[in-house]
Every structure is written in C-alpha cells, then in structure tokens.
C-alpha cells in the first residue's frame, strides 16, 4: 500500500512537457524555404533566437520547425515552482525564493 503513495506522489511533483513542433508542405519553387523573412536553404538549418525555434529545411523544400528552450513545448509546473525565462533558456526555481532551485522530475 505504501508503494501506491510513493508513486503518487511522484506524479504529482513531477512536471510533464510536450513538444512543439511544426511542418511546411514543400513550396511550389524548390529553392528552399522561409521562416520569418529568413531564407533557409535546402538542407539546411536556422536557429531563430527570437522565437526560440529551430527550423530545417528539407530537399524538397519541406521545412520542420521545433521550439527548443523554454518554447520546446508546453510546461507543466508543480505547486511552488516558478518557470524564469533568460532569452530562450530557462531555470525552474522555488515560487517563494527565486534563487532556490525547484525540486521536479520530468515525466513524458
């Protein structure tokens, strides 16, 4: 019986985080691809700072485009964690002491 509530309270201090990912059909010309004004060539890839996205284009001018950093997906924190953002990194802190590392663990 105790095994029960060890495992539920793990889940329920754990944080769960799903990917965010996009693709773009190939474009009618082939001669590469555009994410946000900037031209990726075939085969290669951008990494956008701005938007915390990753974008490489494919052969076919297909292009995918995963978030990385704290845009990598949706977060969900435990109670008395707090998520604070530096650019696209990010550290997971104590809601009530911003300099104390939250204890979590990742599940998913």
């Given at each position: ?15 769960r ?5 996009m693709l773009?059909?190939p474009?009618?010309d ?7 004004g ?10 956008d ?20 950093g ?8 435990p109670?008395?964690c707090?998520?604070?953002?530096d ?8 809601s ?7 204890q979590f663990?990742?599940?998913g």
């Amino acid at each position: 019986m105790s095994a029960l509530w060890i495992i539920a309270l793990v889940c329920a201090m754990s944080m769960r985080v799903e990917s965010s990912c996009m693709l773009a059909l190939p474009g009618p010309d082939g001669a590469g691809c555009t994410y946000r004004g900037h031209h990726i060539a075939a085969g290669d890839t951008y990494r956008d700072m701005d938007s915390c996205m990753s974008c490489s284009c494919g052969t076919d001018s297909s292009m995918q485009c995963c978030g990385f950093g704290h845009a990598a997906g949706v977060f969900s924190l435990p109670d008395g964690c707090f998520m604070l953002k530096d650019g696209c990194d990010f550290k997971i802190v104590s809601s009530q002491n911003h300099l104390q590392p939250c204890q979590f663990s990742i599940v998913g």
